[in-house]
């Protein structure tokens, strides 16, 4: 059996475990579909970014969206971490897990006026500001406030992440952060500003990137910008490198956070600027492969071209593969005696776009318990209610304990905030 990405998933007496849990026994006991994640599973993938860190002065901000339950960032937040916030809300989950407003970074290209107020009455240790638009509007409400906003400009430095077009970020074109032959006159604008403290760089090209060589020439892109800066006497303290770094679904072969780090700070190093500070922002990498989501198979449907494997997990549960086309690892939980067979897996949702793996090599039967690989990350953060279906449970194990850190959503709690007409 193949299983990418994580030491925690093994196969004991012929049965799918996560760090010693039996998948099949959890789903039984919780009911389907069911998110399971591993505590230590992410602690060992923080564990080579802060290896590689040791003796910078740095900070490791968890991108909360990449999964949000409180466990997860009081998890990251025990551990040391900053976190990387795209939403008021998301601020509110960071505090409500135990996490330090000092040690959050505020992304993202429509912050609000309330946004940008809560995190600045918060104390956020900077945001990361995406046009000079939000530039001005940052500036006003800070002032309003009697305070300054402590900022990085997300500069956009025009390379090819080589990733899907849906989650990259970094070239022209795109949404995202200040083009970079317009940063050094949006820092002098920055500088100017009553209302703004400038704190820093920021960069972030994409997602799910698997090569170093992105990364690089956006760092190259970055130093030059930060040279120009310096030199009309704008201080940047630190550098904010982003996140993305690519996990492995199936065959792809992502560099090791700490190598990857490595080449960076070799760079960094190389080019005279190893004091500044440095942040970086992972996500998938610290999460993906931390997570499964269990799902039973309800029923079989052979037919002339395709064979329907129907579970009851749905692209409100899991929408990477309707959204992106994504590949996600599924294998079956326990050993059976079907034969092998070439299988649609799909869920109940009325979309034909609604389904988890297709032309998969897998022998299964209705009861059994599927787990789809690699789903801690853009998972549980990306589920919705399409359907009037509630919202899966999510369990955490670390070592013997097994905690339920979300109940599954009842339907009464789905039109709870509705109202018929009077
Ligand atoms: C989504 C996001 C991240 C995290 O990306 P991953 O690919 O999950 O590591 C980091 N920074 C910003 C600004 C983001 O939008």
């Not at 990449?66 to 025990?78: R, Y």
């Not at 970094?170 to 820092?187: C, D, I, P, T």
């Not at 494997?309 to 994504?326: K, Q, T």
Request: charged content about 20%.
């Amino acid at each position: 059996m193949n299983l990418p990405g994580s030491p925690f998933l093994a196969v004991q007496d012929g049965r799918l475990c996560l760090d010693g849990h039996d998948l099949t026994q959890l789903a039984h006991q919780h009911a389907t579909p069911l998110y399971v994640y591993s505590r230590q599973a992410m602690l060992s993938a923080l564990a080579p970014y802060q290896r590689a860190l040791v003796g910078r002065a740095h900070l490791v901000c968890y991108a909360v969206k990449a999964n949000s339950n409180l466990a997860v960032l009081q998890t990251f937040a025990q551990a040391g971490c900053g976190f990387d916030i795209v939403s008021a809300g998301e601020l509110a989950r960071v505090l409500a897990a135990g996490g330090d407003a000092a040690k959050v970074v505020f992304s993202g290209v429509g912050k609000s006026r309330a946004e940008m107020a809560q995190a600045l009455q918060a104390g956020v240790r900077c945001f990361n500001v995406e046009s000079t638009a939000e530039l001005e509007v940052l500036s006003d409400v800070a002032a309003g406030l009697g305070l300054r906003a402590p900022v990085s400009l997300r500069v956009n430095p025009d390379v090819d992440a080589g990733t899907h077009p849906y989650i990259s970020t970094g070239l022209k074109g795109n949404k995202f952060g200040v083009a970079h032959e317009q940063a050094l006159a949006s820092y002098r604008r920055a500088a100017s500003l009553p209302g703004i403290r400038v704190v820093g760089i920021d960069c972030h090209i994409g997602s799910q990137i698997t090569e170093v060589a992105p990364y690089l020439d956006a760092l190259d892109r970055v130093l030059d910008l930060v040279e120009a800066i310096e030199a009309e006497g704008i201080t940047l303290h630190h550098m904010d490198l982003g996140g993305g770094l690519g996990i492995t679904y199936t065959d792809e072969t992502p560099p090791a956070a700490d190598a990857l780090i490595a080449a960076l700070l070799a760079r960094i190093d190389a080019r005279g600027h190893g004091h500044r500070e440095l942040l970086f922002e992972p996500g998938r990498s610290l999460v993906g492969n931390a997570g499964v989501l269990l799902t039973e198979v309800m029923y079989l449907k052979r037919g002339e071209h395709k064979n329907f494997c129907i579970v009851d997990a749905a692209m409100n549960d899991l929408m990477r593969p309707a959204l992106y086309e994504a590949y996600m690892g599924i294998v079956n939980t326990q050993g059976t005696d079907e034969p092998t067979d070439t299988w649609d897996v799909v869920g109940p949702v009325c979309e034909s776009g609604d389904w988890l793996g297709r032309d998969r090599s897998l022998a299964v039967k209705p009861g059994d318990v599927l787990a789809v690989l690699s789903a801690g990350a853009y998972g549980m953060t990306m589920a919705s209610n399409y359907n009037t279906r509630g919202r899966a449970a999510e369990v955490m194990v670390d070592g013997a304990q097994v905690s339920v850190v979300r109940e599954r959503e009842r339907v009464e709690d789905l039109f709870k905030m509705e109202r018929l007409m009077g």
